[in-house]
């Protein structure tokens, strides 16, 4: 039994239960779910939540020393201060927290090329990618965990979560799968077309992968890391579950990891809002606070981030918006094209 009483199936209803393919659906079943996040406030558990907020911060701090080694590894005859590295993280984990498609990353590449002297924008983004290596193999442990429960939906049952955007590419996995194909060779493409000098740019790119071949560098200076900061999201995820009621576990914790996983590949919605609260849903459908769970965990991280970006954009780089690095950054990336072409 938990600890917090009879677990009571939520209500059945189009904002809960039901699938939902379209946008309008999406957000009303978001909405639903922030007015009853609203309205249980005063039952929190306000001290398992700041805990949990707290581990959460610690996990990106951690993250961010990995990306630092990355970056350092490559540029070893450069100046590479972590605060810059995680001042950069956090802006860009900001942005993609409150806007869709990624835009965060455009704001991150920007601010930690702008921070190192004499790097390039092909370094530095294939030095920043290292760190998707040991998180992709984490994930992928999590996920098996995950559809070995039998609580989290397998891939073929996606089209029928309560989400527009993971139910439609769920529903047209040819599509998809060609989707994925031509934004991978576009990325590349793009990159190297912006520059004449192609060799050159491939020699960057594998500047950028410098710590990849040192193992044992490689595991010292960024798995280690990256693992300690897996520890302390999952600690984060067992603390929040705690305070919204739902019962922090072993099991409840890797469950909300791996939905983390998944709605880190579907871009659309702030954070991936939608997809999680899709499979949340399913997955704690037996839970009343469910729905409070769902969008509420997301509504305290990305305050939490919305902050910690926000006042390292002011502090350290001196920017007043989110708006402004991302337009700045778009633009020094097309001057500096200009230029070397």
């Not at 581990?55 to 810059?84: I, K, Q």
């Not at 490689?218 to 798995?223: G, L, N, P, Q, S």
Request: net charge positive; aromatic share 14%; charged share 15%.
């Amino acid at each position: 039994m938990s600890p917090y009483g009879t677990l009571t199936a939520a209500p059945r209803s189009r904002a809960v239960g039901d699938a939902c393919t379209s946008v309008a659906c999406t957000v009303e079943k978001l909405a639903t779910s922030a007015g009853d996040f609203f309205s249980r406030l005063a039952s929190l558990s306000w001290t398992s939540l700041l805990l949990g907020l707290a581990l959460y911060g610690l996990y990106l701090l951690l993250r961010s020393r990995a990306l630092w080694a990355a970056l350092h590894a490559a540029y070893p005859d450069e100046t590479v201060r972590w605060r810059d590295v995680w001042g950069a993280y956090m802006v860009g984990y900001a942005i993609n927290g409150v806007f869709p498609l990624g835009g965060g990353n455009i704001a991150q590449l920007f601010l930690t090329r702008t921070a190192i002297a004499e790097s390039s924008y092909p370094t530095v983004a294939a030095a920043l990618s290292t760190g998707v290596i040991f998180d992709w193999f984490v994930g992928l442990v999590i996920m098996g965990f995950a559809f070995t429960q039998g609580v989290f939906p397998k891939p073929p049952n996606f089209a029928t979560l309560g989400s527009f955007d993971i139910s439609f590419f769920a529903s047209h996995m040819r599509f998809t799968l060609f989707l994925l194909t031509v934004v991978a060779v576009a990325f590349m493409v793009s990159f190297a077309l912006l520059s004449t000098r192609v060799r050159e740019f491939w020699a960057r790119v594998r500047q950028g992968f410098t710590i990849l071949r040192d193992r044992r560098r490689y595991v010292r200076e960024m798995c280690t890391w990256q693992a300690a900061g897996w520890v302390a999201r999952f600690a984060s995820y067992w603390a929040l579950l705690d305070a919204f009621h739902i019962g922090g576990s072993l099991r409840n914790a890797l469950l909300v990891l791996a939905v983390q996983v998944v709605a880190s590949v579907f871009p659309f919605t702030p954070g991936g809002l939608g997809v999680q609260q899709a499979l949340l849903l399913q997955i704690f459908a037996g839970s009343q606070f469910v729905a409070a769970f769902s969008v509420g965990q997301q509504i305290a991280t990305t305050v939490l981030t919305s902050f910690l970006g926000f006042a390292a954009l002011i502090a350290i780089f001196r920017f007043r918006s989110f708006r402004e690095v991302i337009a700045r950054g778009r633009e020094h990336r097309r001057n500096e094209a200009a230029v070397s072409g």
